[in-house]
């Protein structure tokens, strides 16, 4: 199976589901979401990648609220998580790399670093 591909996800919807956080995930409209959490860094339609695992999670990620989330399920990879927004994700080619993660990644685990 290509780890660049989105049924890779299916291996790791078993893990995000029990954390709550759902494949796909679509959260309410921007201006209205905006409103309930101000603070809040958005990215529509992020994608969430492992240097060994691959592809691992897709939908809309709120990096105040899920942050957490992401480190908890990195831990129990044993690897960072990188998030990416989706144009990112169609530059890369496999095999993905480190530099190609870290350079292209909106945000990971490893350092909580944001571009």
Partial sequence: MNPLSS???DRFQPLFSRIRLTMGRQLPDAAEYRRQHPRSTVWRHADVFALRAGYVWHGD???ILDAPV???????LGEPLYVLRETARRSLNPPLTNEQLTRVSDWNTRDGQRR
Avoid: G, M, Y
């Avoid at 992401?70 to 129990?76: C, F």
């Fill in 61 to 63: 990620f709120d990096l």
């Fill in 7 to 9: 049924e890779n996800c």
């Fill in 70 to 76: 992401l480190r908890t399920i990195a831990d129990e």
